[in-house]
């Protein structure tokens, strides 16, 4: 994944478009991950995929997600500064909690379908909706992750993580997806990779919580501008 890297806004003018294009971010986000959400699940029952209804699961942490700092940053925009670094310090620790909520439901989803042995009979749902995740998680990485530096907001860069983490599922589903169509003998790939990836996922998720309950939490998102 490439870096990037952008300076933080030199005026209110300019602070305020970028406040704009992040509530912009989380509405599109919101909109995209509730209708997936939704479609993702039907199909993960109809179809017996448990992975893919995980996915669904996943879908709907990233739309709560984007509905903390939609919070964080409405404190800004109505002028309420004396409580922005405390809603900043609210939004980052729910965020790191929806981090762990989320490895747990990989984790647990992923240890169960290698247990059990459990596999749907066709895995095409699954391989389109990743395909189109794929695509558009990437696209509100990269934007989100460019505005939380702008703003130097901790709320915006763990969201961008937890998009960033969304991605990285996308791209389980559908390579797990893509070899069970090609080969089902290799049901357990993807059931392997989600539990790795829980792993990491929870590491994130503990950094997260840690840095918001730390007494000297400023509220940046702590990464290099330059």
């Known amino acids: 994944m490439a870096v990037i890297t952008t300076r933080t806004a030199d005026t209110g003018e300019e602070r305020t478009g970028f406040i704009k294009t992040a509530f912009f971010l989380s ?12 479609v993702s699940i039907y199909f993960g029952v109809t179809e017996e995929s448990f992975s893919l209804a995980g996915f669904g ?3 709907f942490i990233e739309v709560a997600s984007a509905f903390l700092v939609l919070w964080r940053l409405r404190a800004e925009v109505s002028g309420e500064d004396g409580i ?10 729910g965020i790191g909690a929806l981090f762990l909520l989320l490895a747990v439901v990989i984790a647990a989803g992923g240890g169960y379908q290698l247990l059990t ?6 895995t095409v ?9 794929i695509c558009l998680m990437l ?7 460019k505005t939380a530096l702008v703003l130097d907001s901790s709320t915006v860069m763990k969201d961008a993580g937890c998009t960033l983490a969304c991605f ?3 791209v389980i589903l559908f390579a797990g997806s893509l070899l069970f169509i090609v080969s ?33 939490f400023s509220g940046g998102c702590g990464c290099p501008t330059d």
């Not at 922005?84 to 620790?93: P, Q, Y």
């Open 168 to 170: 990285k599922l996308s």
């Open 125 to 133: 749902p699954g391989l389109i909706i990743a395909l189109v995740s």
């Open 57 to 59: 699961m996943d879908s």
């Open 184 to 216: 089902p003998a290799l049901w357990w790939a993807d059931s392997t990779a989600a539990l790795t990836l829980s792993f990491f996922i929870g590491q994130e998720g503990l950094e997260t919580v840690k840095a918001a309950k730390h007494a000297d």
């Open 139 to 145: 696209f509100l990485y990269r934007a989100k992750k």
């Open 27 to 38: 509405m599109l986000t919101i909109g995209y991950n509730a209708i997936e959400g939704i």
């Open 117 to 122: 042995g459990n596999h749907p009979a066709t």
């Open 84 to 93: 922005s670094l405390e809603r900043e310090r609210k939004a980052t620790l």
